[in-house]
């Protein structure tokens, strides 16, 4: 469970980049949200946000360079949109399919997952929800609070997508220092409602979706509550009360890996986490045995495989 102590960004008058070589390092640059990442696909990582926070507004772009399975709350009484950027690959939100004329939408304070592909960019647009409401009301759009809190996607016209991915690529590039600030936050907030004028909810269509949704999330929070122990796919079909076929669906279906690739990702990232997190003295294969890894030239084979680096590397100090 993610901690919930957050605030809006501060407002800046520049566009701020910060970059990162490692996922969870990377999710934390992101001003005002708690996040984790787990790395699913195998490299080196590099992550790079670009942001521009105004008083209550966020806009940001996101590049993840690996695939990723993503927690994710954003500051408190807000809004937030996802946008791909053209030309991206499938992502998911909460296990329902993103792709090109669809956008993601959650409320601030609210769980929710992504699950991301290889070099994926991302466009975040996070309003103050009292803001959004009086910019609103000045312009004469309705907004439809069931549609922007409960679905996790909408549909939108592929020509406003297209207009809003160009002013916020504008709005966020190195050479944009000469317009005003009460001015870009104008043009932010317009393209905002523009999008949500045009949108359409796309909610989850059938029944079996909630089913796999409710599978996969006990599975999840079982495994939260065991991260020591070396939990195996019997034991989440008997916590689950499904079949093995039913839980390698239900996670192929909403995560996009089988079951047995999720609990082997999952801890691999947890033994990641602790290695950079260690405190001196602590070794390789302590923290390995922690996370139930006994055979530790395995292990440092699988970890380097995933990361593109040794264990020990990780421990001694991030590359980059």
């Not at 993610?2 to 969870?24: F, H, I, Q, R, T």
């Not at 690996?66 to 408190?76: D, E, G, S």
């Not at 006990?218 to 034991?235: G, I, K, M, N, S």
């Not at 390789?284 to 395995?298: E, K, M, N, P, Y």
Request: contains cysteine; aromatic residues 8%; glycine residues 6%.
């Amino acid at each position: 469970m993610l901690n919930l102590a957050m605030n809006a960004p501060k407002k800046s008058n520049s566009v701020c980049v910060s970059e990162a070589y490692d996922a969870d390092l990377h999710a934390s640059n992101l001003t005002g949200w708690q996040q984790e990442y787990d790395q699913t696909s195998r490299g080196v990582f590099y992550g790079r946000i670009v942001e521009l926070p105004f008083d209550g507004l966020q806009v940001f772009c996101e590049h993840t360079s690996q695939a990723l399975q993503q927690k994710c709350v954003v500051w408190p009484n807000s809004v937030w949109l996802g946008i791909p950027l053209a030309g991206q690959e499938e992502s998911r939100i909460n296990g329902l399919t993103i792709k090109g004329n669809t956008i993601m939408c959650r409320p601030g304070s609210c769980d929710f997952q992504l699950s991301t592909p290889q070099d994926y960019d991302l466009y975040g647009l996070v309003v103050d929800r009292l803001k959004l409401i009086k910019m609103a009301s000045i312009h004469g759009v309705d907004l439809n609070w069931k549609e922007l809190t409960e679905y996790g996607r909408l549909g939108v016209p592929d020509k406003t997508l297209e207009e809003v991915r160009f002013v916020l690529a504008r709005l966020l590039s190195m050479k944009n220092k000469t317009t005003p600030p009460r001015l870009q936050q104008d043009i932010v907030m317009m393209a905002l409602l523009e999008v949500l004028k045009e949108e359409t909810p796309q909610p989850a269509k059938t029944q079996s979706y909630y089913h796999r949704k409710k599978v996969v999330d006990c599975a999840r929070q079982f495994l939260d509550h065991h991260l020591d122990e070396p939990v195996t796919v019997t034991q989440l079909c008997e916590v689950t009360n499904v079949s093995r076929r039913t839980l390698q669906y239900s996670f192929e279906s909403i995560l996009g890996i089988s079951p047995i690739q999720y609990l082997r990702i999952s801890r691999l990232n947890g033994v990641r986490r602790s290695l950079v997190q260690a405190e001196k003295g602590q070794s390789v294969s302590d923290i390995a045995a922690q996370w139930g890894f006994w055979h530790l030239s395995q292990f440092a084979k699988d970890y380097k495989q995933l990361f593109g680096e040794t264990p020990s590397k990780t421990l001694t100090g991030l590359s980059g």
